[in-house]
């Protein structure tokens, strides 16, 4: 039990500590890298604490119910191969944060960059552990979100922003396409569950969905892992700040795909299709990676080519079908982290104190930085593949592979010559890096004096680059239990024998090693005075640009197929819009019925009441009044669609339905006063004084009233066949029949909303949250019409209103003209939120409730801004709803994951009665807090929403103040 709790510390920690990371000022430089130290560290500890147990063979899972009748549970699944992830995710990550505490400046949002980097780290912690193929795919997305907000962070850069978004579009769709796959994956192996699947590759691979599943899953894995033809993205990606570089190139968001391919490796990998297509992709990438960091004048960008080249290698043994050939490629995953991280960070201290990165302008710094020099020259010797370095070990394995035969074809045949020209290529950008950047005569005119870094800023540095000399003088010892035990876990009784062992005699993998590294050393010879002034961009490919592609498809898409999409089917009018989109509803509504056909019966008479009908007669007629009005008087529309309103709250009380009466009466109430507001800086409209229409027109209205009369008939004749249909047990009755013994509660609504519906609750209060955030930016950037600034006449005292300072004495003066009813608005505070808490504390056994609360308390608010103003009410209240909406997402969202603490699924509510001293029992449910969430957020929203139409009148007086002034200059 201890193991699988700390599955659940692994997976939430980083995401905990993000959120704190966020809340921290902008000047809490020292204390937000504390904490993400403290947070990687402890996560770092957690993963090792697990090894006994996983080296034993043992597989750690947790499972929490989340949808267990669709088969989604929240699984996490460790086994050695996410083990060995999960410490290189949390080890690189914590000398990251290390390294990132003295690289970043404090003029930066510095904890912005350290909550978005620990998010980075939980969500690959994510795609690493999840037992459950659509968890797996939801953590996969959250590495691209927060890679894109990582590579976006200086957002002020055009580079990032172009960077970021290039990143997030290839990666998006590789994300979307691998849904698909996984989706395919499961519905062929019957269950979600990854364990399932991992048993089910026979049953995969005889399928006739696994070619679809597996181009789809390769569409995947290859945008992520930057794999030709999508390698263009991550070259882009280097206008993040190093220590996001290092991080994204060495144990994360690259390395994702890769690792999907490992471990889908057992059940699809063997056919044809996996050999060919995975092959050519991993070779033209290995070589064409390489072929760019030769040329390339960035640090940076000779660096993120060579992660392209060695991802390339990576994909290539893995296509190669051979179990030996994964256990290279998870080799190589490893050395790659190692010597990686430690030379993007050396790229970042000679940028940050030289001041650039350019190797045009670098020469000896060797003078002026030994220590750093000496470290990044070790680690740029182990990605050539020197002896007695630990990319050797796996270069070595991978010449083994290249010359085997695994299946009789071209692609087979020149593998091995491919190969040995990668690894010329890789000796070539290698030296390239040392001796350009670190020898030759000292530099001149550069931004910063160079010197050595502060010790703790060159500590990663040296932890890597140690790995490195331990790991490729004594492999066995070092890393070899630890590969065993991923390898294990992988391939089960497939795992095949290996050797670790630096020397195997003079063999042709060495020799192959040999001719790479005097190939490399000459065509560094040959090209020396080439490259020292050369453009990035390598003869003989200069036309194959990617991101060049990449930009005219996205101008292709967004200027004519999107430029001849609004042509056609477009508009700027609101009412052409919703005409096509109600009659898209009517043929999707109409097609099932026209096909199967609809039991339709006569209603019956006997229970007919003539005031009921009265009233939905009015009702029928306010909505028709409104729509006939809405054009051209708002507010006789408004004031109609209210009476609608009202008689729909009248029909739920005469069903008795008290709970929705309560509700929708409360919502017309805030609805009406906030598009009354609205409507109060929107340009007048005049009806139009001439009656002569044309044909056109007549028929246009004829067209949009019949089909508005054909789709509200059709909504009800559905309604009314599915509540006379006749069924054996209705909603209702599974309902009332379990709401108050597995709900605690008597109010059948509230209960179904908090509980056995919480889940749809959350999501429509999520969506609620977004919807007020977006009218809030929207609203922000609106400005009020001409017409609409000038002060009513009936409102207006001229001496006053012409002299009034317009953040304070605006105020006085409203409340002078509503003396009388803005006493009793103020009056009626208290009141309101007192009735808000009665509805709240009730609502589990009576009518009320969290969302029927907030809207009662939002009038509340709604009252004081009518009353006195936005400054006056702002001056006494301390209104924050951004946090109010936070803090319910958040109580909501932890209430839910309560349940998980008692083994049930998510939002399950938790009842039972409490003693409490001179009262007695009190029924108390879990769902009170959830409730409580609702209502925070409801009100968050509402406020929000009226804080921004509240400031638009402040707004006019500053516009209104500015005319004068100019008028008087």
């Not at 947070?39 to 090894?51: P, R």
């Not at 569409?219 to 263009?232: E, I, N, V």
Request: net charge neutral; aromatic share 12%.
């Amino acid at each position: 039990m201890i193991d699988e709790n700390l599955l659940l510390l692994l997976i939430f920690l980083p995401f905990l500590g993000s959120a704190f990371a966020a809340m921290l000022s902008a000047n809490a430089r020292n204390t937000e890298a504390w904490l993400s130290g403290f947070v990687s560290a402890l996560a770092f500890a957690a993963a090792a604490f697990l090894y006994p147990t996983i080296s034993s063979g043992t597989v750690v899972r947790r499972e929490i119910a989340w949808l267990p009748e669709l088969g989604l549970n929240f699984t996490l699944r460790m086994d050695g191969f996410a083990w060995l992830f999960s410490m290189l995710v949390t080890g690189i990550g914590f000398l990251v944060v290390l390294y990132a505490r003295y690289y970043m400046s404090p003029k930066d949002p510095v904890p912005r960059f350290f909550s978005f980097l620990l998010a980075f780290m939980g969500s690959m912690l994510g795609v690493v552990i999840s037992g459950n193929l659509i968890l797996l795919s939801i953590f996969w997305e959250l590495t691209s979100i927060f890679s894109f907000l990582l590579v976006g962070y200086w957002y002020q850069n055009a580079s990032a922003r172009d960077g970021a978004r290039m990143a997030l579009t290839i990666t998006g769709i590789g994300g979307f396409c691998l849904l698909v796959g996984l989706i395919l994956v499961g519905h062929i192996a019957g269950s979600y569950d990854l364990d399932v699947v991992l048993a089910a590759g026979d049953r995969i691979r005889s399928h006739e969905l696994y070619t679809p599943a597996l181009l789809l899953i390769f569409l995947g894995a290859l945008t992520k892992s930057a794999q030709f033809p999508f390698h263009f993205w991550l070259p882009n990606a280097m206008a993040a700040p190093t220590p996001a570089s290092a991080y994204l190139h060495s144990a994360t968001m690259v390395k994702a795909g890769v690792f999907l391919l490992a471990r889908f490796w057992p059940v699809m990998a063997g056919t044809d299709q996996w050999f060919f297509i995975l092959g050519v992709a991993g070779m033209v990438t290995l070589v064409l990676g390489a072929y760019f960091a030769i040329f390339q004048q960035d640090l940076k960008g000779l660096l993120a080519y060579s992660t392209i080249s060695h991802l390339g290698l990576i994909t290539m043994l893995l296509s190669l079908g051979s179990p030996l050939g994964l256990v290279a490629a998870i080799f190589h995953m490893i050395n790659h982290a190692t010597f990686k991280a430690s030379l993007f960070m050396a790229a970042g201290i000679i940028d940050h104190e030289a001041g650039t990165r350019d190797m045009r302008r670098l020469s000896g710094l060797f003078s002026s930085m030994p220590i750093t020099a000496t470290l990044a020259m070790v680690a740029s010797a182990a990605m050539a593949g020197v002896p007695l370095l630990n990319g050797f070990l796996s270069k070595e394995m991978f010449f083994a592979e290249a010359v085997e035969t695994h299946r009789a074809s071209l692609l087979d045949t020149i593998t091995p010559y491919v190969a040995t020209i990668a690894g010329a290529f890789a000796v070539t950008y290698s030296v390239r890096f040392i001796h350009t950047v670190f020898f030759g005569p000292k530099p001149v005119d550069l931004p910063h004096e160079p010197h050595e870094p502060p010790h703790w800023m060159r500590f990663p540095i040296e932890a890597l680059v140690l790995a490195c000399l331990v790991v490729g003088i004594i492999p066995g010892l070092s890393i070899g239990p630890f590969l065993h035990t991923a390898v294990v876990s992988v391939l089960g009784d497939r795992t095949p024998q290996y050797s670790l062992a630096v020397w195997h005699g003079f063999t042709l993998p060495l020799i192959m090693s040999i001719i790479a590294m005097v190939g490399g050393l000459l065509l560094y010879a040959l090209l020396r005075r080439y490259l020292a002034y050369c453009e990035p961009d390598p003869p003989g490919v200069r036309g194959l640009k990617g991101q060049r592609i990449f930009e005219r498809l996205l101008v292709t898409v967004s200027w004519r197929w999107a430029r001849w999409v609004e042509t056609h089917l477009g508009t700027r009018r609101l009412q052409p819009q919703l005409r096509l989109l109600v009659a898209a509803a009517l043929l999707a509504g109409a097609w099932p019925i026209l096909t199967s056909g609809l039991a339709l019966k006569l209603p019956a008479v006997a229970g007919f009441d003539p005031v009921f009908a009265i009233i939905w007669v009015v009702g029928i007629a306010c909505a028709v009044g409104a729509a006939v009005q809405a054009k051209y008087h708002r507010l006789a529309a408004l004031i109609l669609m209210g009476g609608a309103g009202l008689v729909t709250c009248i029909t739920f009380i005469w069903l008795s339905a008290p709970d929705l009466a309560v509700t929708q009466l409360l919502v017309e109430v805030v609805t009406t006063i906030l598009i009354l507001l609205g409507l109060r800086w929107l340009p007048k409209r005049l009806e139009r004084v001439d009656t002569v229409i044309s044909i056109a027109g007549r028929l246009r209205r004829y067209r949009d009233a019949l089909l508005s009369i054909v789709s509200g008939v059709g909504v009800a004749v559905i309604a009314y066949v599915m509540m006379t249909s006749p069924v054996p047990q209705t909603i209702g009755d599974f309902f009332l029949e379990r709401s108050y013994p597995e709900g605690g509660g008597a109010n059948v609504v509230n209960v179904i909303l908090v509980d056995f519906r919480g889940f749809d609750t959350m999501g429509e209060i999520t969506v609620l949250a977004i919807v007020a955030l977006t009218v809030f930016a929207l609203l922000r950037r609106f400005r009020p019409a001409a017409d609409s600034i000038e002060v009513p006449e009936q409102q207006r005292d001229q001496n006053k209103f012409d002299d009034a300072e317009p953040d304070r004495e605006i105020g006085e003066t409203l409340r002078e003209y509503l003396m009388v009813p803005s006493v009793i608005m103020q009056w009626m505070f208290p009141v309101i939120i007192t009735l808000a808490v009665f509805l709240l504390l009730r609502g589990h056994d009576l009518p009320g409730g969290g969302f029927a609360a907030g809207v009662a308390m939002s009038i509340g608010f709604i009252l004081q801004y009518l009353a006195g103003g936005a400054r006056w009410v702002e001056d006494r209240l301390r209104i924050l709803p951004v946090r109010w909406i936070g803090f319910g997402l958040m109580l909501s969202a932890l209430t839910g994951i309560g349940a998980w603490l008692f083994g049930l699924p998510f939002l399950t509510s938790y009842f039972r009665y409490l003693e409490l001293p001179l009262i007695g029992k009190v029924p108390m449910a879990s769902a009170l807090l959830f409730d409580l969430g609702v209502f925070f957020l409801v009100v968050g929203a509402t406020v929000l929403m009226l804080v921004a139409i509240a400031h638009q009148s402040l707004r006019s007086y500053r516009v209104r103040d500015a005319s004068k002034a100019e008028e008087q200059r």
